[in-house]
């Protein structure tokens, strides 16, 4: 079991910045996906960002050079670092980690942008 804990979301201007965070904590596998995706109200959950234990990344093509995900081994934690937010951004956003064939959703934080 894996239980992923998220901090960060918030209200911000357009132009603005978030810094969203996820603690993974449990069995942890060396081998892992962690991650962030998103879901707008009445739109299907989506892909934001990607990062494996190996620091490679995959970015949704709407938050290239905006948004940038990085990540700590050591303290199994994920961090999506939100930049020149955009109205369209606004979203409860999860964490992911995925593992072996197993996968595990954080509980979502909610980021809106205003106009």
């Known amino acids: 079991q894996v239980q992923l804990v998220e901090s960060g979301g918030g209200l911000v201007q357009a132009g603005g910045s978030l810094r969203l965070s996820c603690a993974a904590s449990g069995t942890i596998y060396s081998f892992n996906s962690m991650g962030w995706y998103r879901q707008a109200p009445g739109k299907q959950r989506e892909l934001v960002a990607t990062?494996?234990?190996?620091?490679?990344?995959t970015y949704a093509d709407s938050v290239k050079g905006r948004f940038t995900i990085s990540r700590d081994n050591g303290k199994n934690t994920v961090t999506l670092q939100m930049n020149s937010l955009k109205p369209e951004d606004t979203a409860v956003y999860y964490c992911r980690y995925y593992s072996a064939g197993y996968q595990y959703w954080g509980q979502g934080t909610q980021v809106t942008v205003s106009s």
């Open positions: 990062i494996t234990g190996g620091s490679t990344t």
